[in-house]
């Protein structure tokens, strides 16, 4: 498998779907993994030698973070980072989020006893402390108007398209986070910079990274919004994907789990994309971050055993 290998998945799969693979910003989510070969390390700590350390007024939940340049401004031919010029990122970093924050503090959490009034009930399947992003029933994308159930509304399900999904193939860029909304970005490595939160996601061996950011809550005021533009970094140009998912209380967990079977490959034997690697990876790596709270949790799932392992988190239950 190449060093970078777009896996791409869908929610549905057809002969129609295969037809019409020829345009991969519609109707896709693409995933770019690192090379296949031998096990992923899973230790936290930076692996890049003689870094700079974070400054006093950031809270870093690692001992370093990477010197990397500023990705706002028009880049210069010597600091435009190419594949072969990506700084190295530790597997996962993060700085301006809390140390702690309690499940109470975030919006929701799935597997309530008892629902708010004129609410249901959200269940959540995975546990790990992902009950305050993922649940059934949640907000997701779909192909095609095939693919929306009766169950469904164009609030909780927005069609792919060049608008809400795009492959990065410039060395940064901007993307929207949405006031009450998502934002997924699938890649090998990335920065992500948001509302006074750097995050950093690094290549690792048989790894793919799927990262949902949740946005800003709704605040029922016109002419005034919470949106945030979040900027992205340190990716490979045309290996990375940015998706928006509409606003909700949840990420639908079958929707992510469809993600992660991508990253595994397990929809390589039905599609052939040209230029796609469709094997996958062992491992699929998934960040969810609240924007608001600074609350993450980092899980990592094993195609091998089934299982999936909590690698950190700061929520407190």
């Given amino acids: 498998m190449n060093r970078n290998e777009s896996i791409v998945s869908r929610r549905t799969i057809s002969a129609r779907d295969v037809r019409n693979f020829a345009v991969p910003t519609i109707g896709v989510i693409g995933l770019a993994t690192s090379a296949c070969g031998g ?11 003689g870094i700079s350390s ?8 690692s001992a370093n973070v990477p010197s990397i340049p500023t990705m706002g401004a028009p880049l210069s031919e010597k600091t435009i980072l190419t594949p072969e010029k990506i700084a190295n990122l530790p597997y996962f970093n993060i700085n301006g989020a809390p140390n702690s924050v309690n499940a109470k503090d975030l919006p929701k959490w799935a597997n309530e006893a008892q629902p708010a009034p004129g609410d249901i009930t959200h269940k959540n399947t995975i546990g790990l402390n992902t009950e305050g992003f993922l649940a059934e029933p949640g907000v997701r994308t779909a192909d095609d108007l095939d693919d929306i159930g009766p169950d469904d509304d164009g609030k909780s399900v927005w069609l792919t398209s060049g608008g809400h999904q795009q492959i990065l193939t410039s060395p940064s860029a901007y993307w929207p986070l949405n006031e009450d909304g998502f ?16 995050a950093q996601f690094g290549r690792m ?18 002419n005034t919004d919470n949106n945030v533009q979040m900027t992205i970094s340190n990716y490979d140009p045309g ?41 996958g990876a062992r491992y699929a790596s998934v960040a969810l971050i609240d924007a608001k709270t600074g609350a993450f949790t980092v899980i990592k799932h094993d195609s091998q055993t089934g299982k999936w392992t909590l690698i950190k988190t700061n929520i407190n239950k």
């Fill in 239 to 279: 290996f990375t994907m940015a998706t928006m998912l509409p606003a909700g209380q949840y990420i639908s967990e079958k929707f992510s789990m469809q993600n992660v079977k991508a990253v595994h490959g397990e929809y390589g034997k039905q599609i052939d994309p040209s230029g796609l690697g469709v094997d």
């Fill in 205 to 222: 061996e048989n790894n793919g990274w799927i990262i949902f950011v949740k946005g800003l809550p709704r605040h029922n005021q016109q």
């Fill in 54 to 61: 974070p400054t006093p007024e950031n809270k870093g939940l």
């Fill in 39 to 49: 096990g992923i390390s899973i230790n936290i700590s930076p692996i890049t030698p």
């Fill in 183 to 198: 934002a997924m970005i699938t890649t090998a490595q990335a920065q992500i910079e948001f509302n006074g939160i750097t």
